[in-house]
C-alpha cells in the first residue's frame, strides 16, 4: 500500500483490516489506547509520516495523516476525553470526518 500517496491530501480515509496490520507492521506505534467504547486509538509513525488510526463504533477503520506528532497526541487527548464524557451520558459524539 502507498501510504503517502493516499494520505498525502489530509482526508481521514477507511481502511481494511489488512490495510490498518500492515500500517501497524511497517510502521512505529508510538501510542496505542483502548477507547472502551470504539476499540484502539494509536499514533503511528509510518514512512515519514505521523498517522491516527482509530475505529469508530460501528467498527470502520480510518487512519489520517497528522502534521506532527503534537498533533497527533492532541487529538487522541481529544477523543479519550470526549469518550470519557461519553461514559458519563454527555450525550456528545465523536466527528471521524473532522
Known amino acids: 500500500m502507498d501510504w503517502k500517496n493516499r494520505l498525502s491530501g489530509g482526508e481521514v480515509l477507511e481502511i481494511t483490516t489488512d490495510e490498518r ?3 501497524l507492521a511497517a510502521g512505529e506505534v508510538l501510542r496505542d489506547e483502548d477507547t472502551k467504547i470504539s476499540g484502539h486509538i494509536r499514533v503511528v509513525a509510518v514512512d515519514g509520516l505521523v498517522v491516527l488510526q482509530e475505529q469508530t463504533p460501528k467498527n470502520v477503520l480510518l487512519v ?18 470526549t469518550y470519557d464524557r461519553m461514559w458519563d451520558g454527555c450525550g456528545c459524539k465523536v466527528e471521524y470526518s473532522s
Open 21 to 23: 496490520d500492515a500500517l
Open 64 to 81: 489520517r495523516a497528522m502534521p506532527s506528532i503534537e498533533h497527533a497526541e492532541q487529538m487522541l487527548a481529544d477523543r479519550l476525553d
